[in-house]
């Protein structure tokens, strides 16, 4: 089956729509297939791979917990390749509505694995997380094979993380004993700002070989290219956030390969 | 009593820690008292004004569940009239911990209104949310007077804002009729930067004159503050980012006065 990727941070606003959207892609141009699944109530993967909000009938909240035709619910991208379960608000009710169900904790992991998804061939799945730790971000990393930690190279991203590592480490223990993570890439880095210099030695320093070597920099075209619903590598393919994407999918697929 | 005000948007890494922090001590210089609440788990809000994370044996979470002494859970800050009550991870709980409480939705209503509050003669309250529209949210927009919303210069930002409006309108029809909307303040605005001026021309024209006039620009000095337990109008007084939080703060407090 696909390598299972969960894009997670608890920290608001650190790149984890944009790291997903735009590995996706990455991985596309390479060869692979992928899909992403929208696990945040925000539909801002869904918005940045062209499914229009008022176009999303059938969603991840109807993969989690209503027995739904995959050809209703994955839906293809303006991209060859690459296809998106989108997301809307209905996932923030959640938490509250599965309080009762017992399993609900593993509902992303079953609907991953049914058989009916066998015939996609995927070969990876990334999973863009909502910033919480709560349940739908829990579903996220008991589904996963690994976490990529998208991390801001500010000051109160660095704090976050060490809560994040221990509730990665209780889900590895309680739920998913082969959880392991996948990577932290420094995403918005400005190798001119001390701060930025700063956070990298410091994660380099702290966490060694699991910071990718590809550091995605701060660049317009990267927040812009999402108003166009398109990954950066095809809005503006030159472009230095589109060149370090393709580096991060390149870097990921060679640990993926070798292992 | 005094003026509470929920900073708040779902999406995150928009500046609401930034802005709590920051608009309190704006406030502050101008003569005011000034209580923020850190109502996110993450306490950010709590690092950036100084409180150790060991350091936080009463939290937020206190306030909210126990009979707890304000003393204990109202901690002085370095800044003379600027309190805070910080927040642990214990926060994150509050969600599950609290579904059978009735009055689950009230309790930071309630704690805010005890008379034991009245001695502490604040002009302002500013309630720090986290990225959601949780059970946290919602206690803060149900104890607020007004919700002040800062929205981030960037294409995604200005996705969430119309759930966000919905979901004000909502807690205003069931549970806090008075509820109104503090404004919409940029951030990280960068005027050499299109996407910087189409969101705030998208912004003027759907949101007229709730938008503040005052627009906080990106100032990497405003990052660096929280490394050193500082807002930026302590850790670098003459930065155009401690400028404008300064001329934000006169702008909200003319509102108030007005009014
Ligand atoms: N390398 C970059 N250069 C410039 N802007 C970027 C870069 N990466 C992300 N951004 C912008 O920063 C903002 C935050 O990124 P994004 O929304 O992907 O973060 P997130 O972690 O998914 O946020 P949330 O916590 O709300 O889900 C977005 O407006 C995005 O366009
Ligand atoms: N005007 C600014 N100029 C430069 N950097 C800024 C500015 N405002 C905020 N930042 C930085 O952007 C990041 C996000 O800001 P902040 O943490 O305040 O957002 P938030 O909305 O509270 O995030 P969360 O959703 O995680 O609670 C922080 O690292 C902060 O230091
Ligand atoms: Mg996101
Ligand atoms: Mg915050």
Same mark, same amino acid.
């Given at each position: 089956g696909p390598k299972i990727i969960a894009v997670a941070?608890?920290?608001?606003?650190?790149g984890k729509t944009t790291t997903a959207i735009n590995l996706a892609a990455g991985l596309v141009e390479i060869g692979k297939r992928v899909l992403v699944v929208d696990l945040d109530p925000q539909g801002n993967a869904s918005t940045g791979l062209?499914?229009?909000?008022?176009?999303?009938?059938?969603?991840t909240y109807d993969l989690l917990v209503d027995e739904v035709d995959l050809h209703d619910v994955i839906r293809q991208t303006a991209i060859d390749g690459l296809c998106i379960v989108p997301a809307t608000v209905d996932l923030s009710s959640a938490d509250i509505e599965l =309080?009762?169900?017992?399993k609900r904790s593993f509902l992303l992991h079953d609907a991953l694995r049914q058989t009916a998804m066998d015939a996609y061939h995927w070969d990876y799945v990334l999973i863009d997380c909502p910033p919480s730790l709560n349940l739908l971000t829990v579903n996220a990393m008991i589904a996963a094979h690994s976490v990529l930690i998208p991390l801001q190279s500010e000051f109160f991203a660095l704090e976050g993380l060490s809560q994040l590592m221990l509730t990665i480490r209780e889900v590895r223990q309680?739920?998913?004993?082969?959880?392991?993570?996948?990577g932290v890439v420094l995403t918005m880095f400005d190798a001119r700002n001390n701060l930025s210099q700063q956070v990298e030695q410091d994660a380099r320093d702290n966490l060694?070989? =699991?910071?990718?070597?590809t550091k995605i920099p701060r660049n317009v075209r990267v927040s812009e290219a999402p108003s166009f619903a398109q990954p950066v590598l095809s809005y503006d393919a030159a472009s230095k956030g589109a060149e370090a994407y393709r580096q991060l999918a390149a870097e990921l697929d060679d640990n993926n390969t070798k292992a």
């Open positions: 941070n608890q920290k608001g606003g650190v062209g499914i229009e909000p008022d176009d999303r009938e059938y969603t =309080i009762s169900n017992e309680t739920a998913n004993p082969t959880l392991r993570i996948e060694g070989d =699991i910071v990718f070597r």
